[in-house]
């Protein structure tokens, strides 16, 4: 499984970028797939995931109410909406997702993907 992930960029605080994730290869029925993010200094943190059974989104705490994660599934493209950006948001966005299906309560952890993508750089400026 490959996963690509773009959409990345300098942005002022209080805007909006979208993020994409492709993609490619089979990762069995209804696998997750997650965002999670990286900044300087700090550890790679969650940020959404999809459950692909229900197209249920989870969110961090830190971004709920500004971020939306969505999946096309016919184009078996993964999506993350950030409006009302924050400087702090500022890291490197990474999408993952595993074989199978895992109980909900882990989905927020880095720990249970198999496959990630390389990282798309989200700048927010003050």
């Known amino acids: 499984v490959q996963l690509q992930a773009f959409g990345g960029g300098l942005v002022q605080a209080g805007g909006s970028l979208r993020l994409s994730c492709a993609a490619a290869?089979?990762?069995?029925?209804?696998?997750?797939m997650a965002w999670f993010r990286q900044a300087p200094g700090r550890e790679r943190e969650f940020v959404a995931a999809i459950d692909t059974w229900n197209s249920r989104p989870y969110y961090a705490d830190s971004v709920q109410g500004r971020f939306t994660c969505s999946r096309d599934r016919s184009k078996n493209t993964m999506y993350l909406e950030m409006n009302s950006l924050k400087t702090e948001d500022t890291a490197v966005y990474y999408c993952?997702?595993?074989?199978?299906?895992?109980?909900?309560?882990?989905?927020?952890?880095?720990?249970?993907?198999?496959?990630w993508g390389q990282g798309t750089l989200v700048t927010v400026s003050s």
């Open positions: 993952a997702t595993r074989n199978g299906r895992i109980v909900i309560s882990s989905i927020n952890r880095a720990e249970v993907y198999h496959y």
């Open positions: 290869g089979r990762t069995g029925s209804y696998a997750p």
